[in-house]
């Protein structure tokens, strides 16, 4: 394995390492992991410094759930998750809804930026892997590479500027991109 660097991972939560079923994830008992979701974390949480979860939830602002009940359960799965040998560095979150004028949610780079000053990351080094073109636009934002995730074998890009670094079917796939990357540095 190549010597960590200060290398970092973004990972979105819905439809990268859970389902997106229900639309608004308010519990632990509503999580569902897909098969490949913590033999791929494993991987990741082993091979770089970094591991970072940054999801829009916008279901706070809408009244969906509460800002507690969501950290009440990124709480519960990062503890389920450690159990499992994964360390996650941190996880962020946005509350807000779509149209809101925040530089946190996604596509705008807010969360990337403030891992980058909390950490002291160099974001071009990082990769950003998302399920969606917002999550492709923040990591280009910063100059990250990025790679989308089919959505059932379907590519979920609506906007004509979205051009991930590579395209994968799930995450664990994309892991084998992230490895092979570092390796040749």
């Given at each position: 394995m190549a010597e960590m660097d200060?290398?970092?991972?973004?990972?979105?939560r819905d439809g990268v390492i859970n389902t997106r079923y229900p639309p608004y994830i308010s519990d632990w008992d509503s999580?569902?992991?897909y098969p490949?979701?913590?033999p791929a974390l494993q991987q990741l949480s082993s091979s770089t410094d970094?591991?970072?979860l940054m999801t829009n939830q916008s279901g706070v602002e809408r009244g969906y759930f509460s800002e507690d009940q969501l950290q009440t359960l990124l709480g519960h799965m990062h503890n389920r998750l450690k159990q499992k040998g994964i360390r996650f560095t941190r996880l962020y979150?946005?509350?807000?809804?779509?149209?809101?004028?925040c530089g946190c949610r996604k596509p705008e780079p807010g969360m990337?930026?403030?891992a980058a000053k909390e950490h002291d990351l160099d974001l071009s080094?990082?990769?950003?892997?998302?399920?969606?073109?917002?999550d492709i636009q923040a990591?280009?934002?910063v100059g990250a590479k990025t790679i989308l995730l089919r959505i059932r074998g379907r590519l979920p890009v609506k906007e004509p500027n979205v051009r991930p670094t590579a395209v994968r079917d799930h995450l664990l796939s994309a892991v084998d991109v992230i490895l092979s990357d570092w390796e040749v540095r």
């Open positions: 200060g290398r970092a991972v973004f990972l979105d999580i569902v992991f490949w979701t913590i970094h591991l970072f979150y946005c509350p807000h809804s779509p149209g809101a004028e990337l930026r403030q080094k990082a990769w950003v892997v998302g399920d969606n073109d917002v990591g280009q934002a």
